[in-house]
């Protein structure tokens, strides 16, 4: 089993900045994919950025420019620095990693979620 711990979440007005952190421990082999996604109230849940495998970032359109995941490899820990915080960006933040028990079992795991919200 994996746990992943995030932290970091809160009420920020706009044009502020949040950073997220997210630590996983546990039966780990290898993590093949960790990131964020988020889920505001009646809309579904959507990318908002991640680490690949090879180790490349993928950020969605909508945060470009703004926010920055980074990660702490020997930490198992990922984390986003939001800069320029809008209110299209409250949500809940989930955590997700694609992790590698073993060479032949892998197991997606979610966090428990970290409100942001951003609002004057």
């Known amino acids: 089993q994996v746990q992943l711990v995030e932290s970091g979440g809160g009420l920020v007005q706009p044009g502020g900045s949040l950073r997220l952190s997210c630590a996983a421990s546990g039966s780990i082999f290898r993590i093949n994919t960790m990131g964020w996604y988020r889920q505001a109230p009646e809309k579904e849940r959507e990318l908002v950025a991640v680490?690949?495998?090879?180790?490349?970032?993928n950020h969605a359109d909508s945060v470009k420019g703004r926010f920055t995941i980074s990660r702490d490899s020997a930490k198992n820990t990922v984390y986003l620095q939001m800069n320029n915080l809008k209110p299209e960006d409250t949500a809940v933040y989930y955590c997700y990693a694609d992790i590698l028990h073993s060479p032949w079992r892998r197991t997606d795991y979610w966090g428990q979620g970290t409100q942001v919200t951003v609002s004057s």
């Open positions: 680490f690949s495998p090879g180790g490349s970032t």
